[in-house]
T-cell receptor
């Protein structure tokens, strides 16, 4: 149980285009989902907390107009990287909690974004 | 504030060696503690968890005990295999709010 599906797993796009990444909780409802970014050989950097039906909460230094997050349902959150640039190339991972605080996060398999 | 401090890597071991990856935490309340594993090119998978003091989480031969007195949650495995090569993250989850804190990750390579 508690499966999180992330799509696509890999995407290559041209500079200036936008890319949408989907994160779905397949067998549970997630009122909160989290988006992380991971640089090579580094830990996870929390970008934003996505709450169903309300605006996402962004971490300091993360541009909310560049990384658009939508959490329209209890099973789906999307991250759109707008006007992507090569420096946005990274590994993006979403996660969701099955129940409330203190319960484990369940992660998607990540999306490798390459901007050319 | 709340945080997790994890042993620096990388760690290289021979197959069947004993593994310990140290993790200590700082928390204002009584957190849940977790170990996650990340294989190359993949997301994180929950390896084991412990929700209160003295709990022992175990899975796939890995174990970690929630030690409140030393604020630690060290990961151990008696005999590692090549397939255990991955990055391991210690994490802390708070009951209040949805806050989660990760260590910096420890890369493990097991050589035959």
């Amino acid at each position: 149980g508690a499966v999180v599906s992330q799509h696509p797993s890999r995407v290559i796009c041209k500079s200036g285009t936008s890319v949408k990444i989907e994160c779905r909780s397949l067998d549970f409802q997630a009122t909160t989902m989290f988006w992380y970014r991971q640089f090579p050989k580094q830990s996870l950097m929390l970008m934003a907390t996505s709450n169903e039906g309300s605006k996402a909460t962004y971490e300091q230094g993360v541009e909310k107009d560049k990384f658009l997050i939508n959490h329209a349902s209890l099973t789906l959150s999307t991250l759109t990287v707008t006007s992507a640039h090569p420096e946005d190339s990274s590994f993006y991972i979403c996660s969701a909690q099955f129940t409330g605080g203190g319960s484990p996060l369940h992660f998607g398999n990540g999306t490798r974004l390459t901007v050319t | 504030g709340d945080s997790v401090t994890q042993m620096e890597g990388p760690v290289t071991l021979s197959e069947e060696a004993f593994l310990t990856i140290n993790c200590t935490y700082t928390a204002t309340g009584y957190p849940s503690l977790f170990w996650y594993v990340q294989y190359p090119g993949e997301g994180l998978q929950l390896l084991l968890k412990a929700t209160k003091a003295d709990d022992k989480g175990s899975n796939k031969g890995f174990e970690a005990t929630y030690r409140k007195e030393t604020t630690s949650f060290h990961l151990e495995k008696g005999s590692v295999q090549v397939s255990d090569s991955a990055v391991y993250f210690c994490a802390l989850g708070l009951y209040t709010g949805n806050q989660f804190y990760f260590g910096t990750g420890t890369s493990l390579t097991v050589i035959p």
